[in-house]
Antibody, heavy 123, light 110 residues
Framework: QITLKESGPTLVKPTQTLTLTCTFSGFSLSTSGVGVGWIRQPPGKALEWLALIYWNDDKRYSPSLKSRLTITKDTSKNQVVLTMTNMDPVDTATYYC???????????????WGQGTLVTVSS | QSALTQPASVSGSPGQSITISCTGTSSDVGGYNYVSWYQQHPGKAPKLMIYEVSNRPSGVPDRFSGSKSGNTASLTISGLQAEDEADYYCSSYTSSSPLVFGGGTKLTVL
């Protein structure tokens, strides 16, 4: 049974760096083909893909946010960490981590999602 | 603005069929058979309903089906049920990014 859960601050100030942790179970990020991604959703708005890390430490980022994002993994702890620099009120959103469905490399389909964590950016 | 265009809302009565469209370009929807659909109930995480245009994950009712023609993908729900009322998002692989989502469609069951 695959589960994922996001954790991190609920409130950050503008210009600060956000660090979110995804703790998962039911799979290993050392298994070939496995990936974990981050997706966010501003209140009342659409989903937006942010980043993904593969089992082999290959990383992919949204082109529009690439300069602000870093994704890392700790395989021994079953965790994936996302950092986003220079936070702004427009970054207020629910942040989800999700398990990438096993299929052709480079194709992102998420079959298991965490419950999400709401991050508010405000001074 | 989302890369993929969806209608803001659709509605239907129980038992009817509805179709939600997802329009992109030849660089995303039209160029690859990697369109997915997600269902999201209020306050919940998205749920994968369709992947690779028309494939259903285990556990998704066969009332849900997907298709594609040119640059437009479609999600059809037949035999509409009250629990189908939710937001639906399409997504696609693109030539410039591994993943983009549509703007979402709110389905109302009348």
């Amino acid at each position: 049974q695959i589960t994922l859960k996001e954790s991190g601050p609920t409130l950050v100030k503008p210009t600060q760096t956000l660090t979110l942790t995804c703790t998962f179970s039911g799979f290993s990020l050392s298994t070939s083909g496995v990936g974990v991604g981050w997706i966010r959703q501003p209140p009342g708005k659409a989903l937006e893909w942010l980043a993904l890390i593969y089992w082999n430490d290959d990383k992919r980022y949204s082109p529009s946010l690439k300069s602000r994002l870093t994704i890392t993994k700790d395989t021994s702890k079953n965790q994936v960490v996302l950092t986003m620099t220079n936070m702004d009120p427009v970054d207020t959103a629910t942040y989800y981590c999700a398990h990438r469905r096993q299929q052709r490399l480079g194709v992102l389909v998420f079959d298991y999602w965490g419950q999400g964590t709401l991050v508010t950016v405000s001074s | 603005q989302s890369a993929l265009t969806q209608p803001a809302s659709v509605s239907g009565s129980p038992g009817q069929s509805i179709t939600i469209s997802c329009t992109g370009t030849s660089s995303d929807v039209g160029g690859y058979n990697y369109v997915s659909w997600y269902q999201q109930h209020p306050g919940k995480a998205p749920k994968l309903m369709i992947y690779e245009v028309s494939n259903r994950p285990s556990g998704v009712p066969d009332r849900f089906s997907g298709s594609k023609s040119g640059n437009t993908a479609s999600l059809t729900i037949s035999g509409l049920q009250a629990e189908d009322e939710a937001d639906y998002y399409c997504s696609s692989y693109t030539s410039s990014s591994p993943l983009v989502f549509g703007g979402g469609t709110k389905l109302t069951v009348l």
